[in-house]
């Protein structure tokens, strides 16, 4: 099986890496060339909960990898999701298979816009990991990955899940995607942007009593607004799921204080933002995340001017 990740940010490294390991032909897609040189001839080094790794996984910028890829997995941010859509629209035959693993909403659609649903296969994990250097990856925590197909019923799906499989995800596969990709979104929605502002790891956000209850009034709008979507949240009490996640990933920095550290744009927008924007679509009042939007935002176009001591 051909599988290529686009995007070699921590997700990225972590499934090319595990899924090379495996016995399968991965390779890793990157828009930066000195870095894709970089993690070619270095390889991927991946530590943490499952010990220490070292694959070489081939690193390139050649989209025509893409024409006859079996899977194609796409780890970008979601704001470089339409980008990458029009890329591997844009190859002959192009991948039998295109599986998003993103954080935020919004990303099944853009790719099943451009590349037809039929194709498309949404996933979330909660894994937990981070990049130390280019290639070089912390894996922090083991999560749950849970995928399903954008065009509704679940067939010829088996190869997809024998990989993840192989490559240690224990994959699940769940018949509505938009449940799903809901039941992630309440997870960034506790996590990302606490973590991003207070710049404390997952697991300290639930041991302090101001993030602890900013993290339930975040919850609590996203799972209003999601109820009144008629999403169908994977978890009975989404408050205590995304609890758990935070004590599974203790020791991970959340992707957005990630970014915030290398003063890269963020996802806010599709997440915390995308609560706002929905809830306001509905008639329901978002103040938790309208204020953890405005913060990371301010964070975003200040890092110019951010006085550092
Ligand atoms: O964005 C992230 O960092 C991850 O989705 C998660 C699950 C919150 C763990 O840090």
Redesign the pocket.
Known sequence: MKIVVIGPGAMGCLFAGYLQAAGFEASLLDYKSDRAVLIHRQGLIITGVRGDHEVHVPTGINVVDLADADLVLVCVKAYATAAVADEIAGVQPGPRWVLTLQ?GVGNVEILSEKLGAERVIGGV????AFVHSPGAVQHA?E?DTIIGRAAGDNAELGPVVEALTRAGFKPDVKPDVQNLIWS?LV??VG??AL?AITRLR?GALIEHQGTAAIMAGAVGEVVAVAEARGIELLHPDPLEAVRT?CRN?SG?T???LGDVLAQRRTEIDFINGAVVREGSALGIETPVNRVLTDLVQTIEQSYQVRVTR
Not at 125 to 128: I, L, N, R
Request: net charge positive; with cysteine.
């Open positions: 954080n994990t909660t894994a937990g925590g999560g992630k997870v960034n996590i990302n973590g997952n996640v990933t991970n959340c992707s957005m």
